[in-house]
């Protein structure tokens, strides 16, 4: 049987036309401060020296935009720890936990770190991150990221976080789960639908764990980057309908699409609308699935 398409998401996409053109790219090239080496007045003036075009992003004081062609990741100041190459669109996940000074965070999926070093960032090197991932060449990554950019409140940690044993331990966790990662596709044609199924299934079972190993009243950011509602919005309405834990909606500076409420003969349920779904073409950036839930006390 031939692979489906993006078209699958016809109906579900406003702006379709749009979101085509921006899957084909090129996309933006971007770069978040990290305030543990360098003051941000500084690094904008040592980007300027290095980099053609350097804008700054009205959303995200960290965020800087520079040129289609540029390699930050080549410079000496990237090795410097000055910053983290990374997608605007995954800048998003980390405020959205928003988690305060000197808290206890798991970063259940963390490799290769672009969202822990931001969380590191954002605890202003407070509290403590246990960076968690499964997959020994990623967590090398990891480890490497973590040194580079100075975050002395992070341990790495190697787990299948499905089995991690422990209860009700984190104030906040952000699960930036395993998927199809359609959001990063150059071209049309999704993954076999019985990928999608088997990471489902992986999915449903971290967020699962996610909550057990969440304090009463911690936060919990669910996290993808595909469009595919199974690995997405059927994941939420899962653990809302089985455990005690409700959807807080999102206060975003950034385009977005709600979540959806059904998808083919699926029924979500309408709390779903309160996730967000950011399409490449809102960014120019990658895709993304965000939801924010709260487990009860
Ligand atoms: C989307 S990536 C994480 C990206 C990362 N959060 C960042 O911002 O740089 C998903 C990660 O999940 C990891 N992973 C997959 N299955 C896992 C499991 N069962 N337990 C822990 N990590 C897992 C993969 O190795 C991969 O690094």
């Known amino acids: 049987m031939g ?3 993006l078209f699958r998401y016809k109906e579900i996409i406003p702006d379709f036309d ?15 401060w990290n305030p543990h080496k360098i003051t941000r007045e500084r690094l904008l003036e040592l980007l300027n020296e290095s980099f053609e075009v350097v804008e700054e992003i009205s959303w995200y004081e960290s965020a800087f935009r520079l040129g289609p062609n540029d390699r930050p990741g080549k410079s000496l100041y990237h090795a ?22 000197n ?3 798991l970063d259940m999926c963390a490799a290769p770190g672009g969202k822990t070093t931001q969380l590191s960032a954002i605890m202003e090197n407070s509290g ?21 950019l100075g975050c002395l409140n992070v341990i790495v940690t190697w787990n299948d976080a499905r089995f991690i044993e422990a209860k009700e331990l984190f104030d906040y966790i952000l699960l930036d789960a395993p998927c199809t990662a359609e ?26 764990k996610a909550y057990d190993l969440a304090k009463p009243g911690a936060t919990i950011v669910y996290c993808t980057c595909t469009f595919a509602p199974e690995e997405n919005e059927q994941i939420v309405a899962s653990i809302l309908n089985s455990k005690n834990v409700r959807i807080e909606s999102l206060h975003l500076k950034v385009p977005h699409e709600p979540g959806l409420e059904s998808f083919g003969s699926q029924c979500y349920g309408s709390e779903l609308k309160k996730a967000a779904r950011i399409y490449p073409h809102h960014l120019n950036s990658g895709g993304a699935f965000i939801a924010k839930l709260r487990k009860g006390s």
């Open 128 to 148: 403590t991150i246990i960076a968690n991932d499964k997959a020994i060449p990623r967590l090398k990554s990891l480890v490497s990221n973590v040194s580079r």
């Open 103 to 105: 808290s206890i965070v």
């Open 18 to 32: 749009a979101f085509l053109q921006a899957i084909k790219g090129p996309r933006n090239v971007t770069i978040r």
């Open 3 to 5: 692979r489906e398409t």
């Open 183 to 208: 959001g990063n596709l150059t071209d049309i044609k999704l993954m076999p639908t019985h990928m999608r199924e088997s990471l489902s299934r992986i999915q449903k079972a971290l967020l699962a």
């Open 80 to 101: 410097l720890g000055y910053y983290y190459v990374q997608e605007e669109s995954a800048m998003v996940a980390p405020l959205v936990l928003e988690p305060k000074k």
